[in-house]
């Protein structure tokens, strides 16, 4: 699985050398589905960038061992379970969605096996994030 977490770094890196990533993909995430754009109405979107910027990080981290970027996935987890901002999992496959569109929209070395790898390391970090 090693590999497929190098193609998935080298690939963020290519999409952060993209004009406004994280932007484009909160463009296309909020854009799915009205309730998810409802819970963003207050939400400076300069520093929320910058977050999820570390975030998704963190998860490639995460699903290479297990263990870096552990502490920013717990502190997400608590944020978005259900006694805090209540997170659903219909919203978080529109969430994989948004961020694999935004891939492949912005990657230009995107590919099947790109495409492949990134699903791993989102389910990866998705069923952390849900498992209370
Ligand atoms: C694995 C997927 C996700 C990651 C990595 C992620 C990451 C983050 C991070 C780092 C923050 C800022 C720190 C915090 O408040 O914890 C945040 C805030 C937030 N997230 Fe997520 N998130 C994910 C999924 C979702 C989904 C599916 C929704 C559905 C609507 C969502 C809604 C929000 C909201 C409303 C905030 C607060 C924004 C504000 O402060 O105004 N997140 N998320």
């Not at 230009?108 to 970090?125: C, H, L, M, N, R």
């Amino acid at each position: 699985m090693n590999l497929s977490i190098e193609k998935v770094k080298d690939s963020y890196g290519r999409c952060l050398d993209s004009e406004d990533f994280i932007g484009r993909f909160y463009e296309i995430f909020l854009e799915k589905d009205a309730e998810i754009k409802a819970k963003f109405v207050n939400t400076n979107f300069d520093g929320q960038k910058k977050l999820l910027r570390h975030a998704i990080l963190s998860m490639i981290l995460f699903a290479g061992d297990g263990l870096a970027g552990i502490v920013t996935l717990e502190k997400i987890r608590e944020t978005h379970d259900p006694k805090h901002m209540d997170i659903r999992p219909w919203q978080y496959a529109f969430w994989k969605d948004s961020l694999l569109q935004t891939v492949e929209e912005k990657d230009p070395k995107f590919d099947e096996e790109t495409k492949q790898a990134w699903s791993y390391v989102i389910d990866t970090g998705v069923k952390f994030i849900t498992t209370y």
